[in-house]
């Protein structure tokens, strides 16, 4: 039984069976033949389901949107955000897949000619995280029904009746069963799915640890596998930087989701020269920010998104002060129900300690001073994770420095770093590997075959 709770009040919202071993064999066997089927698919035809899906996707905008707030706490204008944000990706892929999937040329000179085509491989497992319950799925969803390919869904338990939401939406577009299946399952239920023979590939959003298990058991059965995981993204700040504006997305990064987001900043490095006068602005921006109802407009920030999750937050922040760290505010528990903590920073946590190599995943900020360019740059490497990264500076050669010298698979120039349909999205080091988004997470789960054609004869006219 998956039970999901709504972390705002605490109450009980639904109890869902978990699948039968026979009910996993009938929905894996339904992904093989429905597979069959689609491989051959036409291109036209997959675009015209992921538009018809984009055409569900925000016809059942509000509805989506609130059960994602009531399940894991997230505000519902950030909810709302995440449904159009999923449509959009939709309607991208819709409408660029089809040439993302051209052949590839390659003279061989005397030798003749080769192409390289794209082509489908079968069912591809998503392991999928809470904190953003529609996106994570729609950007494994889209480029795996624009393949050829199926899905299957083991989603966060936290979240599930999010998924079923999907595997509705999905089933109404295409107005038949099969191509993407939730699976009601708990964790343990994970392994023998990625090594049946069925499932060709796995991809996983989530921490390091469910990573470093998922890679085992796919490298153990040599499935192909995409992980992007945990982050602890540094978020840079130079002299010559708007300082208004970078405050103000800090506090944003750190505050989003409730701070519960891989890819937003949550180490501020801050330029000895500006240094104090950015600490002042960015502990007033955060000592306002609003928590409570998420159903409410008025709320910047939202609940945690479990219980569990506030505890483990609360642990981090008390190894963080036994450290040698200062907790400046924050990080206090709401009296009442709900996984209620409020906003807070962290300083001098000394590099190289528990609490400056791990991920925070919640709204408390870290704030390191860096004598130079040369010092952020040290600071920020100095973690496990590369996901991603923000640096804020005019400079065009501090531009470039970060940019080949921060160890991270996305870097921000002067922004917030946020993900987009066009662009590769994923990480390095133990962020994980592979790339989701634009063309290249398309051809991730897809087979290149590469065909040798002879060169064409040429005719002997000698005699005519």
Request: hydrophobic share 40%.
């Amino acid at each position: 039984m998956i039970t999901t709770t709504n972390p705002a009040t605490g109450e009980t919202l639904e109890c869902y069976e978990t699948l039968t071993d026979d009910a996993i064999e009938a929905r894996l066997a339904g992904a093989n033949e429905t597979y069959a089927d689609w491989r051959s698919s036409p291109l036209g035809e997959r675009s015209a389901l992921l538009g018809r899906l984009g055409e569900v996707f925000e016809a059942n905008r509000d509805r989506l949107a609130k059960q994602a707030t009531l399940e894991m706490g997230k505000t519902l204008s950030s909810a709302l955000a995440e449904v159009d944000k999923c449509v959009s990706l939709l309607r991208y892929m819709a409408g660029a897949g089809p040439g993302m999937l051209e052949s590839l040329q390659f003279d061989l000179g005397k030798d003749g000619s080769a192409e390289g085509r794209w082509l489908p491989q079968g069912p591809v497992l998503a392991v999928m995280p809470w904190n953003y319950p529609y996106w994570q799925v729609a950007r494994f969803l889209a480029p795996t029904l624009m393949a050829g390919n199926v899905g299957l869904l083991k989603h966060a338990s936290l979240v599930q009746g999010s998924a079923a939401l999907i595997e509705e939406m999905v089933n109404e577009a295409a107005g038949t069963k099969g191509l993407f299946q939730n699976l009601a399952i708990t964790s343990e239920e994970v392994a023998p799915i990625i090594a049946d023979d069925r499932v060709v590939a796995v991809t996983l959003t989530g921490s390091e640890k469910a990573g470093q298990a998922v890679a085992e058991l796919a490298g153990r059965n040599l499935k192909k596998v995409v992980l992007e995981l945990g982050g602890s993204d540094p978020f840079i700040v130079m002299p010559s930087a708007d300082i208004d504006r970078a405050v103000e997305q800090a506090v944003q990064a750190r505050i989003q989701n409730t701070g519960q987001s891989c890819i937003c900043g949550k180490r501020m490095i801050v330029h000895a020269s500006i240094h104090d006068e950015f600490g002042e602005r960015f502990f007033a921006g955060m000592q306002q920010v609003v928590a409570g109802d998420p159903m409410d407009e008025a709320t910047d920030m939202g609940p945690l998104s479990s219980q569990e999750q506030l505890e483990t937050v609360l642990d981090q922040v008390e190894t963080a002060k036994k450290e040698g760290a200062t907790l400046k505010f924050g990080g206090e528990v709401a009296d009442g129900p709900g996984a209620y903590i409020t906003a807070g920073v962290l300083t001098g946590v000394p590099l190289g300690s528990e609490t400056a190599k791990a991920e925070i995943f919640g709204p408390i900020a870290q704030l390191y001073r860096a004598e130079d360019i040369d010092d952020a740059i040290r600071i920020a490497n100095a973690i496990p994770y590369g996901l991603g990264s923000s640096v804020w500076t005019q400079d065009k050669q501090e531009q470039e420095r970060f940019i080949q010298d921060i160890e991270a698979g996305m870097t921000a120039i002067n922004q917030f770093l946020a993900s987009h349909p066009r662009a590769p999205f994923g990480g390095i080091k133990k962020s994980g590997h592979g790339r989701e988004l634009s063309h290249l997470g398309l051809h991730e789960f897809m087979n290149l075959k590469t065909v040798f054609r002879p060169a064409e004869p040429v005719a002997d006219n000698t005699f005519q």
